[in-house]
């Protein structure tokens, strides 16, 4: 986050990657994410803020799947999904 507010995104979402990377070497969580904000879904959001909406995605839904059902992910997943085109699949 600290690099996204000094306008370095590309290195934000390099070192959020890497932070996906070590989230899913572990087990998902058996209730309420911990951290409060998954870094998959902050990989995503980065990436949206990028314009990177394919991968984006594909963050989105590979977080489902350890935390299905996660409103602010889901949220993500729509947007990018819209901004890419697919409404049917947005809504």
């Known amino acids: 986050m600290v690099r996204l507010a000094r306008g370095q995104k590309d290195e934000a979402v390099e070192v959020a990657k890497e932070a996906a990377d070590i989230e899913l070497s572990m087990s998902a969580p058996s209730g309420p994410p911990a951290p409060i904000k998954p870094a998959l879904e902050l990989y995503g ?3 949206m803020d990028a ?14 799947l350890r935390t299905p059902n ?11 999904k819209a901004e890419l085109g ?4 947005a809504r």
């Open 51 to 64: 314009g990177r909406l394919k991968e984006a995605s594909a963050a989105y839904e590979q977080e489902l």
């Open 86 to 89: 697919t409404t049917a699949t």
């Open 45 to 47: 959001d980065l990436l």
């Open 70 to 80: 996660r409103t602010p992910t889901i949220k993500g997943l729509a947007r990018a």
